[in-house]
Structures are given as C-alpha cells and as structure tokens.
T-cell receptor, first 110, second 114 residues
C-alpha cells in the first residue's frame, strides 16, 4: 500500500462545478504539499500545509492531522484548471524526503 | 527571473551512453533536488543537495551521480544509460527547506533510452 493515496485518480467536471480532490497518508508528517502539473509537464507548487486551511484565489486546501487526510477544493472550476494535482508529504524527523501520491487528473469541460 | 532552468528538454540515448542533465536556478535557493517521474507513478527523489559542496542520496540514486560546486548549478550525471532510466526528470529548488517553503520546479527533461 502506498504511503500517500489520492482519490479519485481521474475526475471530469463541467465548467463552474465545485471540485474536491482527496489525499490520505499513513505516515507521520511535518507538512503536506499540493502541486499542479500542467498538461505540458511543468509543475507548480500550490500550497504547503501543516495544519488548518489555506486559500489562494479559487483554490482551498485543508488538512486534518488527526485523520491523516487533506483535501484540495476548486470553486467555480474552469477549463484552465485542467491538470494533474499531486499531493506530497514531508516525513517527520527532518528528512528531506517527500513522498508523492500518483496524482489526480482533472479535466474541466466548457 | 528565470527560476529553475533545465536542459535539454528532450533526449534519446542509446544503452550504455552517458549524459548530463543540466539544472540552474537564479533564486539563491540553498536546497536543490532531482526527481524522476515514471508513467502512472509518483515522483521519486534521486539526489538532493542542501548547499554547495553537499549532496545526498534519495530513494533511487543507483545509476546516477550529482555534484554541487556552486549554489546555482546542480547537474545530474547518467553513466551507462539503461532502459530503466527512461523517465521524465525534474529539478527543483527551495529556500532553506521545504519545511518552511514550497518548491520551484524546472520544466522537466524527457529522456528515452533505447
């Protein structure tokens, strides 16, 4: 079993819909990252969380440390949000290692 | 501000050939990383560096070498290329450590070994 599991693997939505992508992990962490990988392959760091909630524009990320679960929400989705969204966790203990999920491929249709 | 620059973007190697993937950052980040991304899999850490002159192995270092003679450059060397090294390679950097800051990624190098 992977240490970081994302769901769903693939998600198709209509423009304007509210999107939720989930990330569960089974190890102790010091931080969790959400990344966006564009269709061309480039990767952008969206959020780094160690507790609570962060918001940037139409993107909201939450984390529940006790339940070892994080969600990424996109409000009023747009075709330009189509990308692969990747969850990664930073292990406890000062390690430089990030453990990555396999990603959720989001397609938003006009 | 160029961020993290990787070259080349694409490369085809024959089995047994060698090559160096270049990575440069102009943000004065002290931490730099090399990851590989295989189809349908999460990124895996190959090597990382916490500053000039200091490098350390990640999860999948076999078949690779790195050096960090300056803050700006962190090249990845493949010796004796094998088909298993066919992948997309990403260089990334961060300031201090990812415990405090997020990453900046390069645009990737797609490598095929035939």
């Amino acid at each position: 079993k992977n240490e970081v599991e994302q769901s769903p693997q693939n998600l198709t939505a209509q423009e304007g819909e509210f999107i939720t992508i989930n990330c569960s992990y089974s190890v102790g962490i010091s931080a969790l990252h959400w990344l966006q990988q564009h269709p061309g392959g480039g990767i952008v760091s969206l959020f780094m969380l160690s507790s609570g909630k962060k918001k940037h524009g139409r993107l909201i990320a939450t984390i529940n440390i006790q339940e070892k679960h994080s969600s990424l929400h996109i409000t009023a989705s747009h075709p330009r949000d189509s990308a692969v969204y990747i969850c990664a966790v930073r292990l406890q203990g000062g390690s430089e290692k990030l453990v990555f999920g396999k990603g959720t491929k989001l397609t938003v249709n006009p | 501000n160029a961020g993290v620059t990787q070259t080349p973007k694409f490369r085809i190697l024959k089995i047994g050939q060698s090559m160096t993937l270049q990575c440069a950052q102009d943000m004065n980040h002290n931490y730099m990383y090399w990851y590989r991304q295989d189809p349908g899999m999460g990124l895996k850490l190959i090597y990382y560096s916490v500053g000039a002159g200091i490098t350390d192995k990640g999860e999948v270092p076999n078949g690779y070498n790195v050096s960090r003679s300056t803050t700006e450059y962190f090249p990845l060397r493949l010796e004796l290329a094998a088909p298993s090294q066919t992948s997309v390679y990403f260089c990334a950097s961060s300031y201090l450590s990812v415990r405090n800051y997020g990453y900046t990624f390069g645009s990737g190098t797609r490598l095929t070994v035939v």
